[in-house]
């Protein structure tokens, strides 16, 4: 009896425990992921789906890289954060470069000289002086002046795990022999730039110097000239491009040509560091806005203001509605706003999705699950969710710089070629394939149907009905209209397939869709696409294979029908049309033409307009490309993605850009609404708790009843 | 016992050796170096120099397992598997394809997955042990037969819908603790707790089920007859005469798991953000990096043969009568 007493004691004093417990903690936020002390602080939180490969300048090409290392590194120009079109000004540059033309001789021409007498461009670039880098062990001097981490023994490298270990930093000016440092890296094979093979055919002594110094180690290239890159004085650098090509300015805008001292390299291609992660790809050395303090890839990445970060204003220019909303408030103030950023590694939708609403991510996107609770069509346009608006969350749409096209390959014998039969079965097709109902099913919504090459935003797009495509819509009551699949038909019997019938085989026509996807979740879209060509009496056979074989199949133009895809590079028709340009084409050149079209007219106009800059003639010449292209029809034009982005109500300052990816310095957290509205939606609910405490004694009690009378019962 | 455990580590030789070869050849059967250039150096402006300047730098513009060409022992050695392979058998798994090194990252990433998967097993294993003493104390009562049903219905269901399930009620609805995350140190409880929670009850069906065979195995045995002939009571038999002499078999399923658990989670470690090794293997496999996938799987056979032989040693410990030899 006395033993059961005690129990009971403990029992009843489980539950007062457990509240001193509580108290101990902060109650209102138990299920905050972030440590107290970060309260109230200046802090973004975002998440990342995928972790980066490279954070080197010189490698990285991904938008989920960028992402980082854009607030980090800084390239010469950067694109205006609030003007539309797409506009570039100075980052790091004191002025927009000076642009010289040249002849064969050296000799300087007019501005606008013929395109054919232009044997080199001269890019001049003025860099600012007082930029400079942040701190890093790389740049830390001793008393004496000489590099502290330079020289280190392989005892001092097994001391150190991270970049925090070292205890010195240092940091010096960016100076214009940096830029043209960087230029080098790109072009020596071992740094492996995947814009090298690119280069060598635009920057003067670039493929020689990639082969003069291939056997060279990556810290050797310093005083190894190249002809077309050279350092004029202490801020100005001088780039040579062969003949005309307007759009290297946005290569310039890249963070390809973002500056790099060559300590960097001298540093981390010391023995040993590699071994411990330490490498230039991994912490990187800029001049950005943020530094990046904390790099686990596979947990968070830590963004923290770079203290050396030159001045750098919010602008006092905008679009004309850029006041109304609150985006000129911030007008010529000092960059950044934001103290730290903490990029967290969220895989899975259920758990990103969850911490947003809950206030513990800033920022979202919508996942398809979790659609539906987020936004809402009426009369067309996406609206969000009364749960939405009541938590004042705001939704930002903008229609992405990228293309999602289905290919024909114009190399097969059935689909492709360019006679008129061929040309109508794809015409055909085209109709037959309803993109806006895939967008409506499959997308939510989530994208513009193709009307042509070009997305909107892009020099040479067309709006309303101009740029509607002809042979595939009608523009009916102001806007356009897929034509009727009457029409389709009646093509694809001038095509020789009457109802859809081949005439060789004297059954249904057999195409074959080749794709990489093969899961469960791909299948009601592969359903879906056989559906509309069953619509024409065709049928379509899915192939699914792997990656590398469907890559191979592309290469050696074994494919008939595929889907394929492509993100900007920069804001210029150029960057699309060159995907249809016969001089690409993927089987012969290996190159990103992947329907292997040529048509020598539109190579003609390509040629032409490349290295035009945008006028009304240049403008003329692309709805002349999109004519051919819709005409000859080797692509079914699909669709644009539009991004929806979610943001809470103390998120401010953010306006979507496709194209430029340093926007982190723009943005402000209005901190006092964040907490307090964090701590209004996460107050725990204990009464649960409770109950489950009292049916747990109550079952332990019977549990200890039924042992105890099964024993009696044994026993008797 | 010394001489037994030196013999076991040299069969652990030709098994490994085995185990390389085979990862070798059906990775190489899927794919060849210039896919794993092309993935590696994206999607954009690949050039067929680009790949060849890929394979040069990673070591794979040599052929796979017999290089004609070179002359001696080198038409050995100068071929991927060779170059690719001896340095596993010493521990050094050098880098990934992407550029990091696979040893450094096995490092940092071994530790969360052990921090979510030893707690689950050592909790898991005490609360399947006991509840399954209970419910072979209840044997042949509709208490037993209760129980069963209930942990059929629990072994029914994925253990996807406890983790989206348990993330829903504890973390958004009660909003108790965090719905994923992690931390250093004694923070991380608190990231802890849920996955962890969840792992065990997700397991509880199959673990008591299990364990609750072993039990009855042993419950009609005369010794037990005897205890119960002293007077000691139910729950005095169970646990001090049954639970111990059914240890050999728990061992054997417990033991060989030890290694294994420093491999992490999947779906766990996915769903709750825990920096772990689950899904190191599948990512480098969806990425075609080779070093990494044969650095995991020679990783997991030695991990796999030790857990073997710790089971062996454990069995010298609870048995008396067991001796290796």
Not at chain 1, 236 to 256: C, D, E, N, S, V
Not at chain 1, 284 to 308: D, F, S, V
Not at chain 1, 420 to 446: T, V
Request: with cysteine; hydrophobic share 40%; net charge neutral.
């Amino acid at each position: 009896m006395p033993c059961l007493l005690t129990k009971c004691k403990i029992l009843y004093q489980i539950p007062f425990l457990f509240a001193l417990l509580l108290t101990a903690c902060d109650l209102s936020q138990l299920n905050n992921p972030y440590p107290k002390e970060q309260k109230g602080q200046a802090i973004l939180y975002q998440s990342f789906d995928e972790r980066p490969k490279h954070l080197d300048p010189a490698v990285a090409y991904s938008e989920n890289e960028y992402a980082f290392i854009a607030q980090i590194y800084e390239p010469p120009f950067q694109y205006h954060y609030l003007k539309r079109p797409y506009q570039l000004v100075p980052l790091t540059a004191s002025k927009m470069p000076d642009i010289q033309f040249l002849n064969k001789a050296g000799e300087k021409l007019a501005p606008n000289a013929p395109i054919e007498d232009i044997a080199f461009t001269d890019y001049l670039i003025d860099i600012q002086p007082s930029i400079r880098y942040q701190p890093h062990p790389a740049l830390a001097l001793t008393a004496n002046g000489d590099y502290a981490f330079h020289r280190l023994s392989v005892d001092q490298v097994a001391n150190f795990n991270t970049l925090a270990d070292f205890n010195a930093t240092g940091s010096r000016e960016v100076v214009a022999e940096d830029y043209v440092y960087q230029i080098k890296r790109l072009a020596h094979p071992k740094t492996q730039s995947p814009i090298a093979e690119m280069m060598k055919n635009y920057i003067v002594g670039f493929g020689e110097f990639s082969e003069k110094v291939k056997q060279l180690p990556k810290t050797a290239i310093k005083d190894v000239p190249m002809t077309g890159v050279t350092s004029i004085s202490r801020y100005t650098y001088r780039i040579r491009i062969a003949g005309k090509y307007p759009q290297f300015m946005y290569w310039l805008a890249m963070l390809f040509f973002a500056p790099m001292p060559w300590e960097a390299d001298a540093f981390y291609g010391q023995p040993g560091l590699s071994d411990k992660n330490i490498t230039l790809d991994w912490y990187p050395i800029g001049t950005g806005a943020y530094l990046l303090a904390e790099n686990n890839p596979n947990r968070r990445m830590i963004l923290e203001k770079n203290p050396n970060f030159h001045l750098e204003t919010y602008p006092t220019e905008g679009e004309p509605d850029d006041q109304s909303k609150g985006l000129l408030n911030d007008a010529g103030k000092r960059l950044p706003f934001i103290d730290k950023v903490v990029f967290t590694l969220e895989k899975e939708t259920i758990p990103r999705w969850t911490k947003f609403l809950q206030g513990y991510f800033d920022a979202s996107g919508i996942a398809s699950d979790s659609f539906d609770q987020a936004v809402q069509f009426t009369g067309g346009s996406a609206e969000l969710t009364p749960s939405m608006l009541e938590k004042k969350i705001a939704l930002q749409t903008s229609v992405e710089t990228s293309t999602f096209y289905m290919g024909f390959n114009m190399l097969d014998a059935t689909v492709g070629g360019y006679s008129e039969q061929a040309r109508k079965l794809r015409q055909a097709i085209s109709i037959a394939i309803d993109y806006e109902e895939l967008i409506s099913i499959f997308r939510n919504g989530r994208a513009i149907a193709g009307q042509g090459v070009l997305p909107p935003s892009i020099y040479g797009y067309e709006e309303g009905k101009a740029g509607v495509n002809p042979y595939v819509y009608d523009w009916l009551a102001d806007k356009p209209q897929r034509k009727d699949i009457g029409v389709a038909r009646q093509l694809m019997t001038e095509a020789g397939y009457p109802n859809g019938i081949d005439p060789k085989t004297h059954e249904a026509l057999i195409l074959y869709f080749d794709t990489t996807s093969s899961s469960i979740d791909d299948r009601p879209m592969f359903n879906w696409y056989r559906k509309q060509l069953e619509k024409l009496g065709i049928k379509l056979v899915i192939r699914a294979t792997d990656y590398n074989r469907f890559q191979d199949k592309m290469r050696k133009g074994n494919a008939q029908l595929f889907v394929w895809g492509w993100n900007a590079d920069y804001p210029d028709p150029e960057n699309f049309f060159f995907l249809l340009y016969g001089g690409n084409a993927k089987v012969k050149f290996g190159g990103e033409n992947a329907s292997n079209y040529q048509n020598p007219e539109f190579d003609r106009l390509f040629e032409q307009m490349r290295n035009m800059d945008n006028s009304p003639q240049r403008f003329q010449l692309i709805q002349q490309m999109q004519e051919i292209v819709r005409h000859d029809a080797p692509w079914i034009f699909g669709l644009h993605p539009k991004q929806f982005t979610l943001l809470h109500s103390w998120f401010l300052n953010r306006k979507p850009h496709v194209i430029a990816n340093n926007t982190l310095k723009y943005q402000r957290l209005d901190t006092v609404a964040r907490t307090q509205l964090q701590q209004e939606w996460n107050r725990p609910i204990f009464w649960p708790l409770l109950l489950f405490f009292a049916f747990s004694v109550i079952l332990f009690a019977l549990a200890v009843y039924a042992v105890r009378s099964r024993t009696r019962k044994t026993l008797q | 016992m010394i001489s037994y455990i030196i013999r076991r580590f040299l069969y652990a030789i030709p098994i490994l050796i085995g185990v390389n070869i085979l990862t070798f050849v059906l990775f190489f059967i899927v794919n060849s170096p210039d896919d794993m250039a092309r993935m590696q150096l994206g999607q954009k402006h690949v050039t067929q120099q680009a790949i060849n300047n890929w394979k040069q730098l990673h070591g794979y513009d040599v052929p796979l397992l017999w290089n004609a060409k070179a002359q001696g022992e080198e038409k050995l050695t100068k071929t991927i598997f060779y170059q690719k392979s001896v340095g596993l058998f010493m521990f050094r798994f050098g880098t990934s394809d992407s550029g990091r090194n696979i040893g450094a990252d096995i490092k940092e990433r071994a530790w969360p997955s052990l921090t979510i998967a030893l707690p689950t097993l050592v909790i898991g294993l005490i609360t399947d042990i006991c509840v399954a003493l209970m419910v072979v104390l209840f044997r042949s009562s509709k208490l037993e037969l209760g129980g069963m049903v209930l942990c059929v219905i629990l072994m029914s269901i994925s253990s996807l819908f406890y983790i989206i399930g348990g993330q829903f009620v504890i973390a958004k609805i009660l909003r108790w603790m965090p719905i994923s995350g992690y931390d250093d140190g004694f923070s991380a409880i608190k990231f802890v707790v849920l996955p962890v929670l969840i792992g065990v009850f997700s397991g509880l069906g199959s673990g008591v089920r299990w364990y609750r065979t072993l039990f009855l195995e042993e419950v009609e045995k005369d010794y037990v007859r005897t205890a119960r002939a002293k007077g000691l009571t139910e729950t005095q038999t169970l646990f001090r005469h049954v639970l111990p002499n059914a240890m050999i078999p728990i061992l054997t399923g417990v033991v060989v798991l030890l290694p294994m658990l420093f491999m992490g989670s999947l779906i766990m470690e996915s769903f709750f953000s825990i920096p772990g090794l689950g899904s190191y293997t599948i990512d480098a496999i969806n990425m075609q990096d080779f070093a990494i996938v044969r650095a995991m799987v020679f990783l997991g056979s030695v991990l796999y043969v030790f857990g073997l032989l710790l089971t062996d040693i454990s069995y010298t410990l609870v048995d008396p009568r067991v001796r290796l030899s």
